[in-house]
Each structure stands twice: as C-alpha cells, then as structure tokens.
Nanobody
Framework: QVQLVESGGGLVQAGGSLRLSCAAS????????MGWFRQAPQKERELVAA???????YYADSVKGRFTISRDNAKNTVYLQMNSLKPEDTAVYSC????????????WGQGTQVTVSS
C-alpha cells in the first residue's frame, strides 16, 4: 500500500514554470514505478511522464523538452518540473504508483490543478 499526496499546482502565465511534488507514504517507495498524469476538461486522462524504479524515463511528445520527471527515493518523493508552460497544459495533474510486475497504476493521489493563462 502507498498513499500519494501532490502539491505545487497553481496559476501561472504562459512561458512560466511550476514544480509539482508527490510525496508517498510507505517504506517501499523505491520499488514503485511512478507516473504523472493529467486530465483537462472534456478530455481523457493522459500519461505525461513516468519514471521506473530503475530510473528509466518516458515523456509524452507534447511535453518533451519542457517537462522533467525525477525522483528522490530518500524523500519518498517524485517531482515534475514544468517549464515553458502553455495554456494547453492546463489540467488536473495526478501522480500514480505502479507496483513491480504490474501493468497498471494502482495507487493515485488526489490531484492538483495547474492553470496556465495566455
């Protein structure tokens, strides 16, 4: 079991930056793959970035070169640094954890709103 709590969302102008944090409970954080998802109004949820327990990283094409995912296993935290934000990045961002050997993300945070004004 792992509980996830996101923070760092807010309102920012286009071109600005935000850093999201996701703090996890539990002593086995390092064994989980972690992902950041987002869902905008009227749109399906999409995987934005992910980092495996071994450090392999995935980015959606829409955020490559602008977003950076990282994790600090000592702090049980995963981060999403978002630079050069665009209005189309506006969404609720959620972090999620995937257990080793499992294909789906089984643990979710409550989400944090990111709004980018033009």
């Amino acid at each position: 079991q792992v509980q996830l709590v996101e923070s760092g969302g807010g309102l920012v102008q286009a071109g600005g930056s935000l850093r999201l944090s996701c703090a996890a409970s539990g002593r086995t954080f390092s064994s989980y793959a972690m992902g950041w998802f987002r869902q905008a109004p009227q749109k399906e949820r999409e995987l934005v970035a992910a980092i495996s327990n071994g450090g392999s990283i995935y980015y959606a094409d829409s955020v490559k070169g602008r977003f950076t995912i990282s994790r600090d296993n000592a702090k049980n935290t995963v981060y999403l640094q978002m630079n050069s934000l665009k209005p189309e990045d506006t969404a609720v961002y959620s972090c999620a954890a995937r257990s080793r050997g499992v294909s789906k993300y089984g643990y979710w945070g409550q989400g944090t709103q990111v709004t980018v004004s033009s």
